[in-house]
């Protein structure tokens, strides 16, 4: 089950008591984008009727009810990314999934560039997956505004009456509705109803990352994660179903149910996003873990795979926070689910393949349990590189994947000896096999690798980059570069340059020759 707090209080209940509190602003992190947003669809979303009130400055600077998501090691960063967006997301899940989510939010999004903005975009990502998000009512500052529609309905380009100067804020609220795909669509089926369970992928309007005079605001690249995304701050109101067995990022701060709906508030932050899931038919099994609550959620009938995940997670959790440094939150949920990947990332919570939880069974030809711990690793993995250190998934997938890749190997070295990561290797080998073993450069953008390039060489050769720096500057060298280059980019977006910046630190040593040879685009 999820961290239970304040029982007592409901969600506006919460937005008043924050509305006591005082504010106080500064910078914030960046990402290093290469969008462009000039596919207009022009088709303006009208915004004849304000449906939430624009609220007091003051409650969007109170942190205290994300405290109850962080362990003392993220606590820390409270108060340390004062420019962080913060979302006030409402939702409502019908007892009928073919009928339409609803919802609202309001988000308080402070300009933390160099430079005056005169829009803001939000990214419509379902409308991307084979669902269909459509928004109403859009406000600024509780004023009705002018949205339009860009890059076949996949951004929300909302205009500002006057441009946004660094470090001033705004509040951007609007409703929205959600029809879910009926079929396993893009984005790898991660967003729908299948096999009896509720996934929600990127399902609410969101901002996307801004850097260099753009907006990630493009029709996203077939390869790769969708999101490109700043940390920010969740307080999200759930109602749902009674039956309906929910995990989410974050930690439940209030939850109640009346006439068959139960309502949760969630806190969740800093964090990449939200995500959120729920079957009637889940269960769950739970174990703590250096003060860390880690739930695995699974269909009934998969107990014992769904023990060997939490079981691996919990290793995984070890292994990691030595290798790296402590996991942020005090929650951990990884639930099995229909997708067409292996398994996603999502902040403080994985989802995995539920094929892998059939025991006797076999995935590419690798026994299920084998291949479930390999995938459940990764994806924990994916909470230091990903989440805490972000990057843009779009232009720079090599940072996050290929490296998550590594430690993953890494993983196996450590819980159980030398030769344990082999078969992982052999894999990378046979992936860059797929190209014949081609030079193309690890850090081109998504959607510059064609066909099978993505795969064999963001998880092949850039797994084996690492792999041959280790060789050439010991393990112990190298693990110190990563390690720095996590505790020096946490909450922010890093880049390509980060990660040789942090190798070259530990190394005392010059890699251009390295990232020339294997990373960088030829000219």
């Not at 609007?174 to 509720?198: A, K, R, S, V």
């Not at 924990?380 to 232009?395: A, D, K, L, R």
Request: include cysteine; glycine fraction near 8%; hydrophobic fraction near 40%.
């Amino acid at each position: 089950m999820m961290s239970i707090g304040w029982r007592s209080l409901g969600f506006l209940i919460i937005i008043l008591l924050l509305a006591a509190c005082s504010a106080s602003q500064g910078g914030g992190p960046e990402a290093e984008l290469n969008a462009s947003a000039n596919q207009a669809d022009e088709q303006a979303t009208p915004s004849p009727t304000p449906s939430l009130k624009a609220p007091p400055a003051s409650k969007w600077d109170d942190r205290t009810l994300y405290a109850q998501n962080l362990n003392p090691s993220g606590q820390q960063f409270l108060d340390a990314l004062p420019q962080a967006s913060v979302y006030h997301i409402w939702l409502t899940i019908p007892e009928n999934m073919t009928e339409m989510l609803t919802g609202s939010l309001e988000v308080r999004y402070i300009n933390h560039e160099t430079v005056p903005l005169e829009e803001v975009y939000f990214r419509l990502f379902p409308n991307y997956a084979g669902g269909q998000l459509t928004v109403q009512n859009v406000l600024l500052d509780g004023q009705p505004a002018a949205s339009t529609l860009e890059s076949d309905q996949t951004s929300l380009r909302v205009a500002l009456e006057e441009p946004l100067n660094p470090a001033d804020a705004v509040v951007i609220s609007m409703d929205y509705q959600l029809q879910l795909p009926e079929t396993m669509g893009g984005n790898y089926g991660l967003l729908g109803y299948f096999e009896n369970i509720l996934v929600l992928d990127t399902f609410y309007p969101m901002i996307p990352a801004y850097d260099q005079g753009s907006w990630y605001a493009h029709r996203p690249y077939q390869n790769g994660d969708l999101t490109a995304n700043d940390a920010s701050f969740y307080l999200v109101e759930v109602r749902a179903p009674a039956e309906l067995v929910l995990a989410a990022s974050g930690s439940v701060v209030d939850e109640s149910i009346n006439d068959g709906m139960q309502t949760l508030t969630i806190a969740a932050g800093p964090a990449r996003d939200f995500y959120l899931a729920g079957s009637p038919s889940f269960s769950v099994l739970s174990e703590e873990w250096n003060g860390i609550q880690v739930n695995s959620y699974a269909l009934e009938g998969y107990q014992t795979h769904q023990r060997y995940a939490l079981q691996d997670a919990i290793q995984a959790l070890e292994t990691f926070s030595d290798l790296f440094g402590p996991y942020p939150y005090r929650e951990l949920d990884l639930l099995s689910s229909p997708m067409m990947a292996l398994g996603i990332e999502y902040p403080g919570i994985f989802g995995i393949l539920y094929e892998l939880y059939e025991e006797g069974g076999f995935t590419y030809g690798v026994p299920n349990q084998a291949m479930l711990e390999t995938v459940v690793v990764h994806e924990v993995g994916h909470q230091w590189f990903y989440n805490v250190v972000g990057n843009n998934q779009q232009s720079e997938p090599w940072v996050d994947e290929a490296l998550t890749q590594f430690i993953t190997q890494q993983y196996f070295v450590e819980r159980y000896g030398d030769g344990a990561g082999s078969a992982l290797e052999t894999n990378w080998e046979d992936r860059w096999a797929q190209v014949e073993n081609e030079d193309i450069p690890l850090g081109l953008t998504a959607d510059k690798y064609e066909g099978r390039e993505y795969s064999a060489i963001i998880y092949g050769r850039g797994p084996i980059f690492y792999r041959q720096l280790e060789a050439d500057l010991g393990r112990d060298v190298l693990l110190e570069g990563l390690r720095g280059y996590y505790q020096q980019h946490q909450w922010q977006v890093a880049t390509t340059e980060g990660v040789r910046q942090a190798l070259e630190k530990a190394c005392g040593c010059d890699l251009g020759g390295w990232f020339s040879g294997w990373v960088y685009a030829l000219e």
